[in-house]
């Protein structure tokens, strides 16, 4: 029996989703758009809920058009833009939209993490030196300009991770966000405490790591059943 796998791509501007056989031909294809964000100069954001709506939508066409194939799929990969911030409250709720990775708001929270960390030991350490692509400064960005949002915050995840939460209620993060954040080991592959503590920042906003090609967990059947996949035969 031939069996299927999902790919689900958050985008920029729209969440894809694929239908690919086990020959690597891929029989079905879907995409639904959002927007870009810049409320103020520099800012780039989005909404992580409505990347989730739209997960969904483009699940459920790719059933409309493929209603056996879809039945036969044995495991959903996610992709995305590397490295978008969603910021979870204790619930597993977004607080703020996303903080996109060509946000540039920053520009202080760079410098100062700059002026703290020795940034050849950074780079030998993390394969980069202090950038606004990094994760640590726009968290602090938002821990200095937003304290209530700050403080209600209890997970990050990037963009891919967060629709990966979605579907099976596991926390986690694709390794390639976690070497984007600034803030860990490429070497030993873990978390860099004495570049997080300085900035108010702990490990355990961060769940566990895991390498591209790993499987994370299951699919809710809740998840299933939502995105019209109820009756998977796998």
Request: proline fraction near 4%; charged fraction near 20%; glycine fraction near 6%.
């Amino acid at each position: 029996m031939m069996k299927y796998t999902m790919g689900i791509d958050i985008g920029t501007t729209s969440v894809k989703a694929v239908l690919i056989s086990t020959e690597g031909r891929i029989i079905a294809e879907a995409n639904c758009a959002h927007d870009l964000m810049s409320p103020h100069t520099n800012w780039a954001e989005e909404n992580a809920d409505i990347w989730w709506e739209n997960t969904i939508r483009a699940v459920k066409k790719l059933a409309a058009e493929r209603p056996e194939e879809i039945k036969q799929v044995s495991c959903i990969g996610c992709s995305g833009m590397v490295p978008a911030i969603v910021m979870l409250d204790g619930n597993g709720f977004p607080i703020r939209n996303t903080i996109q990775q060509n946000d540039a708001r920053a520009v202080k929270q760079i410098a100062h993490i700059a002026e703290t960390i020795d940034q050849e030991e950074l780079f030998s350490r993390t394969g980069g030196y202090t950038n606004q692509q990094h994760v640590v400064p726009r968290l602090l960005w938002v821990k200095e300009n937003e304290p209530e949002i700050w403080a209600k915050c209890r997970k990050v995840l990037g963009s891919y991770d967060y629709i990966v939460y979605k579907l099976s209620g596991t926390y986690s993060l694709e390794i390639n966000w976690a070497v984007e954040s600034g803030a860990y080991d490429i070497h030993n592959r873990c978390w860099i405490d004495e570049y997080l503590t300085p900035f108010g920042m702990s490990q355990e906003l961060f769940p566990q790591v895991n390498a591209s090609m790993s499987i994370v967990a299951e699919t809710l059947p809740e998840m299933e059943e939502l995105m019209g996949m109820s009756d998977r035969i796998i």
